[in-house]
């Protein structure tokens, strides 16, 4: 330690003053030289250090803060995000005519026009392209990086690697979206739907965010399912941390160990339970198993809505009206012999036409 | 007192940042209001007109909504920040000082002046009081581009290589500005 701190031993005020992790450690941020310790081999450099630490305290500058004018500004932003927003919804609209026929039809008009007006244009152009070039920008501080949304659809799965090697099991009318190569900090993914996440093992922190949850992992599998505001993280292998933000900015966080579920529920405020989960019926739909654990009637006709991709029309009032709490699961059947099973148990029949099914 | 008042931790930034990307509107909130103080007063030691100042951090926190998703990570969103608003707005005031001078028209960046001052208000004694008003004497004779690197050094704790990128030079020569200007400063001060 001491040999390299033999550098400093001739140091001077200036010196100091425009060292960078002296001013760190003057400022009080972390800094790559232990300075305490240089000083207290040197003893001869107090009196330099210690002129260089006034003169940086000096260099303090004004300041003035005035809330109002903030809050004015704020309110400009926001009412300008707002207007961009829908304004993106009505560009498509406008430019229908095209710009070429018009001129050809200018053209066919008055030829001689035509040509002065060509004229004028093109010297404009090139005056133009003097200034515009003449008052060009360094190089704005904006790049862009490529991303990827991937999408499933009603009765569609998808198996998915990404840059770093995890895979990424989509089940379907589910959506996921990631930086094409991640990033150098951290692996960033969004998640709407459900997905099951085998994370591959390395040093950039894998995180999901779902609905005002953030899940981040190191080198586990994990499943995420969420539906409108709930999110459920089920882990299977390794530990994740769970970070939950309500829209009202309350925070909560939680860790879970293999075989532990945590349902969130993510509003105004954060409610969350914790508990042991069942792997092969949270797992079920990966490998093609259709599994109901006590569930609604509503719920049952989605499900199988999203695993067949078909629309159900529910003609039988008594079945709408009735109250399930339907256990069962299906390993690969057809829809046909999962309705047969429960239209016997629930007493209902059916009719598949295409994609249309009805139940009567 | 704290030397560098508006201070805050850099660790943090990376996911702020990366929040912002993906649509989190809490996160984007929370950026404005860390930096925006810092930014008006960064561009008041351009211009005196707030007005054109605000124009222009509307444009910059705009633009930075609209693009999020492609933007660069970062984890110093100050340094980023500053860079993105000081080429707005340094664009803006070259385009008024072409339209409204001659010499603006022709080489608007001499028009373009960094001017701060070092505060005084918290210091009582008025024999600091004195030292400090001949140190501001001595700063303001520094060029402009002195003193804005003290600046952002000193008070924002950029790094050399950061302030290199705002202001397209290169790290050695911020450097050399940078040395050359303390020198200055402190034979000032001793004497």
Not at chain 1, 8 to 16: G, I, N, R, S, W
Not at chain 1, 100 to 109: D, E, F, G, I, N
Not at chain 1, 279 to 291: E, F, I, N, T
Not at chain 2, 138 to 164: D, H, M, P, T, V
Request: net charge positive; glycine share 4%.
């Amino acid at each position: 330690m001491k040999n390299k701190n033999n550098i400093y031993q001739k140091y001077q005020v200036e010196d100091f003053l425009v060292d960078e992790s002296f001013i760190d450690w003057v400022n009080g941020r972390d800094s790559k030289v232990d300075w305490e310790e240089v000083i207290f081999s040197f003893p001869h450099l107090r009196p330099r250090s210690e002129e260089a630490k006034r003169i940086l305290q000096k260099l303090n500058f004004d300041q003035e803060i005035d809330p109002d004018r903030i809050s004015k500004l704020q309110q400009r932003i926001n009412k300008q995000l707002e207007q961009s927003e829908h304004s993106k919804k009505e560009a498509h609209v406008v430019a229908l005519h095209d710009r070429k026929t018009y001129y050809q039809y200018k053209a066919q008009r008055n030829t001689y026009w035509g040509w002065i007006a060509s004229a004028a244009v093109l010297i404009v152009g090139i005056v133009g392209t003097w200034f515009w070039e003449y008052s060009e920008e360094t190089a704005p501080v904006i790049k862009e990086v490529p991303y990827v949304t991937k999408t499933t659809k009603k009765g569609q799965k998808l198996t998915t690697r990404l840059s770093d090697g995890t895979i990424v099991t989509l089940n379907s009318v589910s959506q996921i979206h990631f930086e094409e190569i991640f990033n150098d900090t951290v692996r960033y993914v969004s998640l709407e739907g459900e997905a099951f996440f085998d994370v591959a093992k390395d040093v950039r922190p894998f995180r999901v965010k779902s609905n005002g949850t953030v899940t981040t992992a190191l080198g586990t599998s994990f499943n995420i399912k969420q539906q409108k505001e709930k999110v459920s993280i089920s882990l299977v292998t390794g530990k994740v941390g769970v970070n939950m933000v309500s829209k009202t900015g309350m925070k909560e966080s939680t860790l879970l160990v293999p075989g532990e579920q945590v349902a969130v529920d993510v509003k105004d405020k954060i409610s969350f339970v914790k508990g042991k989960f069942d792997v092969s019926d949270v797992l079920a739909w990966k490998r093609g198993v259709l599994s109901f654990n006590k569930s609604s009637n509503a719920e049952v006709w989605k499900e199988l809505e999203k695993w067949y991709g078909v629309d159900l029309i529910i003609q039988n009032s008594n079945i709408k009206k009735q109250n399930w709490d339907y256990t069962g699961s299906f390993d690969n059947e057809s829809l046909e012999n999962v309705l047969e099973s429960i239209g016997f148990v629930k007493g209902f029949k059916f009719e598949i036409k295409g994609d249309q099914v009805k139940i009567y | 007192m704290p030397l560098i008042k508006a201070s805050y931790r850099y660790s943090e930034d990376s996911q702020l940042w990366t929040d912002m990307k993906f649509g989190d509107r809490l996160a984007f909130d929370q950026i404005f209001n860390d930096h925006i103080e810092h930014l008006q007063a960064y561009g008041k030691s351009f211009s005196n007109d707030d007005d054109l100042i605000d124009d222009c951090l509307q444009e910059v926190f705009c633009r930075i909504w609209q693009k999020r998703e492609k933007l660069k990570d970062t984890n110093n969103i100050r340094y980023y920040l500053m860079a993105a608003f000081r080429n707005e707005l340094l664009k803006v005031l070259k385009k008024k000082y072409k339209r409204y001078s001659l010499i603006g028209r022709f080489m608007p960046e001499s028009s373009i002046d960094f001017n701060a001052t070092l505060e005084t208000s918290f210091i009582e004694e008025d024999s600091r009081q004195e030292q400090i008003r001949a140190l501001n004497k001595c700063f303001e004779k520094l060029s402009s581009r002195q003193k804005e690197i003290i600046y952002l050094k000193y008070y924002n704790g950029l790094s050399l290589e950061e302030i290199a990128q705002i202001l397209a030079l290169d790290k050695k020569s911020v450097y050399n500005a940078l040395s050359k200007a303390m020198m200055i400063l402190r034979k000032n001060m001793s004497a």
